[in-house]
């Protein structure tokens, strides 16, 4: 990276700090990252001693932030003859739902508790298995000989199949992908976590469930997702979910972290535009993908198509925050969004 580059997200990054997204410490350890890769950078003036004091949002307000834009959007699709709503702002309350009546999940009331930060499971006898064993223990420990559904509140019922079993440092999860009993437009799929333990006979026992954890995608669809290792030090699951209303195409990346406590969203940002279904000349078309990871620190987002952008995002806390371009304002996209 250039000296100008540098200099540019130096820049940036005291604009972060100004604006109170970053405190004093995080403005600190990023400008010393900076001043390592480029001796001649100079430290950039400002408050050091006014940090952030950024609210704290509850679980309940995360929710709803998240799924409005979507209801709203599906909304006028339905009222319009249309059929998109872009899945957007997920922020993963971690709210476990009760067990429903035909082969529910084990909820969070369960009486075993949960497994201790830092610890590390026992030797495996399930790990050795295939990958499809796995999962059908795992889907039998939630869900009995029953059907794989679950019951949520206004009459959703989600049904689970395929996922994936995901060995973490405190025991092992299953990702399960769930499609909803209404396949009409505002209605969204789900990827449900469901935390397990192994017990002797080679079976799982389930621990706590979040059965709608990670938003899916419109027409009661799963999300696009896969599991990296390179985010944090924690699994991290990367999903993508949107859809299309009136010709116009939009998806939203979420990175949700596996935590002994329960998923832990960590930032959703809009990672695909497509105007070509809508408009027949001078269409746009973006597609971002996630590069330049520093465990624990950064990483970028890559968008090809109608143009080249960059966005870079750096952690914040337990989540991570975009350091905006010179000509952007916080929370502002850089990408055209449905």
Request: aromatic share 8%.
């Amino acid at each position: 990276m250039s000296t100008d580059d540098d200099l540019d997200r130096l820049e940036r990054l005291a604009r972060l700090r100004d604006s109170g997204a970053l405190n004093a410490e995080e403005f600190e350890r990023e400008k010393a990252l900076l001043l390592q890769r480029d001796p001649s950078l100079s430290p950039t003036g400002g408050d050091a001693e006014n940090p952030a004091q950024p609210a704290e949002e509850s679980e309940a307000a995360d929710r709803h932030r998240r799924r409005w834009p979507l209801l709203l959007i599906g909304g006028l699709a339905l009222a319009g003859g249309g059929g998109w709503a872009l899945a957007h702002w997920a922020g993963s309350a971690v709210q476990p739902a009760g067990p429903g009546e035909a082969g529910a999940a084990t909820s969070a009331a369960h009486s075993t508790p949960a497994p201790a930060a830092g610890t590390t499971a026992p030797r495996s006898t399930i790990r050795s298995l295939p990958a499809t064993r796995q999962v059908e223990l795992a889907y039998a420990a939630v869900f009995g000989r029953g059907a794989r559904d679950i019951a949520m509140p206004d009459d959703l019922v989600y049904s689970y199949d395929q996922g994936k079993v995901v060995w973490t440092d405190f025991g092992p999860v299953l990702l399960a992908e769930g499609t909803g009993n209404e396949p009409y437009p505002v209605a969204l799929g789900t990827l449900g976590v469901f935390y397990l333990r192994e017990v002797p006979g080679g079976k799982f026992e389930a621990l706590r469930s979040w059965p709608d954890a990670i938003i899916g995608s419109i027409m009661a669809n799963p999300p696009q997702w896969k599991v990296r290792e390179d985010i944090t030090d924690r699994p991290v699951v990367e999903s993508s979910a949107g859809g299309v209303w009136q010709g116009y195409g939009c998806d939203a990346t979420t990175l949700t972290e596996l935590t002994p406590g329960g998923p832990k969203s960590l930032v959703t940002f809009d990672s695909h535009y497509d105007s070509s279904g809508a408009v027949e000349d001078g269409f746009e078309t973006y597609d971002g993908v996630i590069a330049n990871v520093v465990r624990n620190r950064s990483f970028d987002v890559r968008f090809t198509g109608t143009a080249t952008i960059v966005q870079h995002f750096i952690r914040k806390g337990t989540g991570f925050v975009r350091v905006p371009a010179a000509s952007e304002e916080m929370g502002e996209s850089s990408i055209p969004t449905c």
